[in-house]
C-alpha cells in the first residue's frame, strides 16, 4: 500500500469519526430537552387549545377525556418524546387532528413535561421526529 493510499485510509476513517461524532446521541428528558421559554409558549398554547377538554391543571372532569399529569403521566416514562408528540398531533383536537403547526404541538408537550415537573434546558424541542426518537421521557426528580 502507498502512502498515499494509507492517507486516504487515514481521512476516510477521521470522516466517519466525525460524522459518528456529530449525531446527537440519545438522551432522556432529565437532561433538559426544552426550554422554560418553550414550555410557557406551550401553556398559552395548552390553555387556547386543550384545557377546554383536559382542564386547566391538566386534570379532566370527563370520565371520557384523559388526564395529563398524574398517574396518567407515568405511562409515559420510558417511552420517548416521539411517541407523545405524535399522538399528540395525530388525535388532538378531536375531530380536527393535525390543525395546528408542528412546532405549536411540541410547544404544547414542553408544557406537559414541565407541568410533570421534567426539568427545562437551554435549547428548544423541534418537530424533528427522528431527533425526538432519541429522548425519553424520564420520571421525573423526586
Given at each position: 500500500?502507498?502512502?498515499?493510499?494509507?492517507?486516504?485510509?487515514?481521512?476516510l476513517?477521521?470522516?466517519?469519526?466525525?460524522?459518528?461524532?456529530?449525531?446527537?446521541?440519545?438522551?432522556?428528558?432529565?437532561?433538559?430537552?426544552?426550554?422554560?421559554e418553550?414550555?410557557?409558549?406551550?401553556?398559552?398554547?395548552?390553555?387556547?387549545?386543550?384545557?377546554?377538554?383536559h382542564?386547566?391543571?391538566?386534570?379532566?372532569?370527563?370520565?371520557?377525556v384523559?388526564?395529563?399529569?398524574?398517574?396518567?403521566?407515568?405511562?409515559?416514562?420510558?417511552?420517548?418524546?416521539?411517541?407523545?408528540?405524535?399522538?399528540?398531533?395525530?388525535?388532538?383536537?378531536?375531530?380536527?387532528?393535525?390543525?395546528?403547526?408542528?412546532?405549536?404541538?411540541l410547544?404544547?408537550?414542553?408544557?406537559?413535561?414541565?407541568?410533570?415537573?421534567?426539568?427545562?434546558?437551554?435549547?428548544?424541542?423541534?418537530?424533528?421526529?427522528?431527533?425526538?426518537?432519541?429522548?425519553?421521557?424520564?420520571?421525573?426528580?423526586g
Open positions: 500500500m502507498t502512502w498515499h493510499a494509507v492517507a486516504i485510509c487515514f481521512a476513517l477521521g470522516a466517519a469519526a466525525t460524522a459518528d461524532a456529530q449525531q446527537p446521541a440519545p438522551t432522556s428528558t432529565s437532561a433538559g430537552v426544552f426550554t422554560e418553550q414550555a410557557k409558549k406551550g401553556g398559552v398554547a395548552y390553555n387556547a387549545n386543550c384545557a377546554a377538554c382542564g386547566s391543571e391538566l386534570l379532566s372532569t370527563d370520565r371520557e384523559s388526564n395529563l399529569t398524574g398517574n396518567t403521566f407515568q405511562r409515559w416514562i420510558g417511552k420517548t418524546v416521539a411517541d407523545l408528540f405524535e399522538v399528540t398531533r395525530d388525535t388532538m383536537p378531536p375531530k380536527d387532528e393535525r390543525s395546528l403547526d408542528n412546532q405549536i404541538y410547544d404544547i408537550v414542553a408544557y406537559i413535561l414541565r407541568f410533570n415537573k421534567i426539568p427545562a434546558g437551554s435549547e428548544e424541542l423541534k418537530p424533528e421526529v427522528q431527533r425526538l426518537r432519541q429522548i425519553t421521557i424520564a420520571k421525573p426528580p
